[in-house]
T-cell receptor
């Protein structure tokens, strides 16, 4: 069955430090992959998406992600974290042409 | 351009009651998807409506039902509420019923508490 795994429940980084959030997927075909961010009390905002082509995709707010088919991974990165990046981050895969399957999320805490 | 809106923001119900949640899709979008997000978990797909027809359904019982109207707004109805139905309910709209490249735009959600 298709699934998305985010192995880190919480991650804490210092402001200005680099960030990498892990995402592994299980999907038979070429996946459509997404990263969303959710701030407290808010809905989900799309950070970036991968459909095909260049495996390094750029998103909003300075985020990027790299698709690695051999590792079934789609990790999210940011070179320098800002305090405003503190939020919950969700990786998702598009399945069966109509639904998104989400991981359980990673909560990012940013130390001043 | 108006984004996806949901009402109400918060709702408290008791077990056994029925609830209706509402969603207005983004202008020009003809597809609405509903997700349930329990505390500490990722969203789970409930169902999708495309041009007023159910286009797909997740692993939710029949007491979860929906509607989509000609203006593409949508309702989620839950009958015989259970304690485990307490969650954030998210609505997402998109253009086109199929295809992963159609980005889903999410509303702020409705927080349902069942006592």
């Amino acid at each position: 069955a298709q699934s998305v795994t985010q192995p880190d429940i919480h991650i804490t980084v210092s402001e200005g430090a680099s960030l990498e959030l892990r995402c592994n997927y299980s999907y038979g075909a070429t996946p459509y992959l997404f990263w969303y961010v959710q701030s407290p009390g808010q809905g989900l905002q799309l950070l970036l998406k991968y459909f095909s082509g260049d495996t390094l995709v750029q998103g909003i707010k300075g985020f990027e992600a790299e698709f690695k088919r051999s590792q079934s991974s789609f990790n999210l990165r940011k070179p320098s974290v800002h305090w405003s990046d503190a939020a919950e981050y969700f990786c998702a895969v598009h399945h069966s042409s109509y639904k998104l399957i989400f991981g359980s999320g990673t909560r990012l805490l940013v130390r001043p | 351009e108006t984004g996806v809106t949901q009402s109400p923001t918060h709702l408290i119900k008791t077990r056994g009651q029925q609830v209706t949640l509402r969603c207005s899709s983004q202008s020009g979008h003809n597809t609405v998807s509903w997700y349930q997000q329990a505390l500490g978990q990722g969203p789970q797909f409930i169902f999708q409506y495309y041009r007023e027809e159910e286009n797909g359904r997740g692993n939710f019982p029949p007491r979860f039902s929906g509607l989509q109207f000609p203006n593409y707004s949508s309702e989620l109805n839950v009958n015989a509420l259970e304690l485990d139905d307490s969650a954030l309910y998210l609505c997402a709209s998109s253009l086109g019923g199929t295809g992963g490249e159609n980005e889903q735009f999410f509303g702020p959600g409705t927080r349902l508490t069942v006592l």
